[in-house]
């Protein structure tokens, strides 16, 4: 009887594990539904943009001027792994005060977009984005910054490797996706199940522009430890915001974050 029952717990593992593996990036990635409101609604001057991406996908994104007769340089804000262009409104309107203009992405999958979340998906799209800015706009690739937050400091700095930019601000990178993932499921083999890795401490050495991380004292998605790590490999400047949360305002769009965005900008 004991040797039946392992080999039924066995079993068992077997087929958790394959299912794991067959859905894991509907685990991985959560992207939120359309906007229910309109870019120039929620952000003075803004409009609605097409961005195509090299596989033949027509991705919506939302860019927003900055007030007032200074431009300092175009941000392109790479999300993190939920909610959409709607929820990061407050950081665009924190850059646009201060003479940013604003891209706000939604990769495939994400806020009514076609399409389906993968690691070089998300990295298409962030070329689609870049491509608009620069080739489409005709902006310098110097005057163009990259904000990543979490998951998006990753498509941000796969995207610094690929193609030229002008600095990058990640805000709670982690330093790999699998590091990250043992972390919160720490009795599954993420190392050896992951399709979708991430690698961000060991591509951030490479990207030869100015690099700030931002850090939550508290954060509780990404541990701090990873991304000073982050920094580390870098040689990035450092704001740890203290005692913030994941999700906290003041981590996601507080004067810490804008002026990080501000020092990179130079």
């Given at each position: 009887m004991a040797v039946r029952a392992v080999a039924i717990l066995g079993l068992v593992a077997v087929v958790l594990l394959a299912l794991v593996w067959a859905f894991q990036r509907r685990l991985i990635y959560l992207p939120g539904g359309p906007p229910t409101v309109g870019a120039a609604q929620v952000l003075a001057g803004a409009s609605e943009v097409e961005l195509h991406t090299d596989d033949g996908l027509t991705l919506v994104a939302w860019h927003a001027p900055a007030t007032g007769a200074t431009r300092n340089a175009?941000?392109?804000?790479?999300?993190?792994?939920?909610?959409?262009?709607?929820?990061?409104?407050?950081?665009?309107?924190?850059?646009?005060?201060?003479?940013?203009?604003?891209?706000?992405?939604?990769?495939?999958?994400?806020?009514?977009?076609?399409?389906?979340?993968?690691?070089?998906?998300?990295?298409?799209?962030?070329?689609?984005?870049?491509?608009?800015?620069?080739?489409?706009?005709?902006?310098?690739?110097?005057?163009?910054?990259?904000?990543?937050?979490?998951?998006?400091?990753?498509?941000?700095?796969?995207?610094?490797?690929?193609?030229?930019?002008?600095?990058?601000?990640?805000?709670?990178?982690f330093t790999a996706l699998a590091d990250v993932g043992a972390v919160h499921y720490p009795f599954l083999p993420v190392r050896l199940l992951l399709r979708d890795r991430f690698p961000v401490r060991e591509q951030v050495a490479g990207v030869g522009v100015p690099v700030v991380v931002v850090a939550g004292g508290a954060d509780e998605v990404v541990p701090r430890e990873q991304s000073l790590a982050v920094a580390d490999a870098a040689?990035?400047?450092?704001?740890?915001?203290?005692?913030?949360?994941?999700?906290?305002?003041?981590?996601?769009?507080?004067?810490?974050v804008v002026d990080a965005v501000v020092r990179v900008s130079g």
């Open positions: 175009t941000v392109l804000v790479l999300p993190g792994n939920a909610g959409s262009r709607a929820d990061r409104v407050p950081l665009a309107r924190a850059l646009v005060a201060r003479g940013f203009d604003v891209v706000l992405l939604d990769y495939r999958g994400y806020g009514g977009n076609p399409g389906l979340p993968t690691e070089e998906g998300l990295a298409a799209d962030a070329r689609a984005a870049h491509r608009y800015l620069v080739d489409e706009r005709g902006g310098d690739p110097a005057r163009v910054l990259l904000f990543g937050e979490s998951l998006g400091a990753a498509v941000a700095v796969r995207l610094a490797r690929d193609r030229p930019v002008g600095g990058l601000v990640l805000r709670s990178p040689g990035a400047t450092v704001v740890e915001v203290a005692g913030a949360r994941h999700n906290d305002p003041g981590l996601s769009h507080g004067p810490a």
